[in-house]
C-alpha cells in the first residue's frame, strides 16, 4: 500500500516539471483587412509640362474696337427738307441751319445760323434744347456795321457771304455762310438768294459742299443756280429750297433734277451724308 502511494507521487512531480518546462504559444495577431493599393498617378510625357486646369483662368477677352478719334470723323449732315440743315461735328457738337422745316431738332444745339428773318428760315423754338453756351447767328449779328463777319468757334469757323439780290430779298438783309470744320472740309449754304457779285470770287474758297436754293419763284431757278456752282466752283453742288409752297415734304425732286451743275448731288429730305 506504502508503495502504490509514492508511485503516484513520483508520477504526479513528473507530470508538474513537464507542464513548467512547455512554452506557451503566442496567440495569432488578429489579420488586418486588406487594402486596396493606391491608384498611382500617371506619368507625365518626359519633357512636357502639365496641361493647366482649363478652369483655372478664364478665357482672355477681346477688346471691344474703340470708336475713331474725332479727326478721323467727318461731319455728318442731317438734310430736313426746304432750307434747314442739322450738322453733327466729329466733337459731337450740333449745328443748326434755317431751322424751319422736318425732324431731328431734338440734339441740343451748339450753333444756331439764321440766314434771314423770313419765317421759313427763322423758326428758332423747333430748337428747344440748346448746350449752356449754344451761340446764335443770325443775319443782324452776321451783317453787323453793315459788313460781312466771321466767327471762330473750336469746332467750326463760319465766315458771312453775299446772298439775297433779288426782289424778295435784300442784299443788305440776307447772308449765305460758309462753315470749315477742323478736318478742313468746308461747306457753303446759299440761303435764299440769286446770283450775287461774289460768288465770281468764292471760287479761290475751294470749297468742298455747296447748297443752291433753285426754286424759282422767290429766287433764283436752277439754270440760274447751275450757273452760280459753277461761279463758286464747289467739289460737290447740291439744290436746295426747290419748292416754293409747302408739298407736304418742301421738296420738289423734278425741280431739283433740272439742276443740272457740275458734281451735282442730290440729297432728299431725312437723308444724311458725311462730309468728306
Known amino acids: 500500500m506504502k508503495r502504490t502511494i509514492v508511485i503516484c507521487l513520483l508520477l504526479t512531480a513528473l507530470l508538474s516539471l513537464a507542464a513548467c518546462g512547455a512554452q506557451p504559444q ?4 488578429p489579420q488586418e483587412a486588406e487594402q486596396s493599393p493606391a491608384p498611382a498617378e500617371a506619368a507625365e510625357p518626359d519633357g512636357e509640362e502639365p496641361a493647366p486646369d482649363a478652369q483655372s483662368e478664364p478665357a482672355e477677352e477681346v477688346p471691344a474696337e474703340s ?8 461731319p455728318v449732315l442731317l438734310y430736313m427738307g426746304h432750307a434747314s440743315l442739322r450738322i453733327v461735328t466729329p466733337e459731337d457738337k450740333v449745328i443748326y441751319i434755317d431751322p424751319y422745316a422736318g425732324d431731328g431738332y431734338d440734339l441740343p ?43 471762330e468757334l473750336p469746332f467750326v469757323s463760319v465766315e458771312a457771304v453775299e ?12 447772308v449765305g455762310y460758309v462753315l470749315r470744320f477742323p478736318s478742313g472740309v468746308s461747306l457753303y449754304v446759299s440761303g435764299d438768294s440769286s446770283e450775287t457779285a461774289q460768288m465770281a470770287e468764292m471760287a479761290d474758297m ?6 443752291f436754293c ?14 452760280c456752282a459753277g461761279l463758286v466752283g464747289a467739289k460737290h453742288n447740291i439744290p436746295y429750297h426747290t419748292a ?3 408739298n407736304g415734304s418742301l421738296f420738289d425732286t423734278a425741280q431739283a433734277e433740272r439742276f443740272d451743275a457740275p458734281g451735282r448731288l442730290i440729297v432728299s429730305p431725312g437723308e444724311e451724308i458725311g462730309l468728306r
Not at 111 to 132: P, Q, W
Not at 206 to 211: E, K
Request: negative net charge.
Open 67 to 74: 470708336e475713331d478719334p474725332p479727326e478721323e470723323r467727318a
Open 163 to 174: 446772298a439775297g439780290n433779288n426782289r424778295y430779298h435784300d442784299v443788305r438783309s440776307c
Open 244 to 246: 416754293s409752297t409747302d
Open 109 to 151: 444745339a451748339d450753333l444756331i445760323l439764321v440766314t434771314h428773318d423770313h419765317f421759313d428760315h427763322s423758326a428758332l423754338k423747333l430748337v428747344g434744347e440748346r448746350s449752356g453756351d449754344c451761340r446764335v447767328i443770325t443775319r443782324k449779328e452776321a451783317l453787323e456795321g453793315g459788313e460781312h463777319r466771321s466767327f
Open 214 to 227: 433753285c426754286d424759282g419763284v422767290y429766287n433764283m431757278g436752277p439754270e440760274e443756280a447751275a450757273r
Open 26 to 29: 503566442p496567440s495569432p495577431a
Open 206 to 211: 475751294q470749297l468742298d459742299y455747296a447748297f
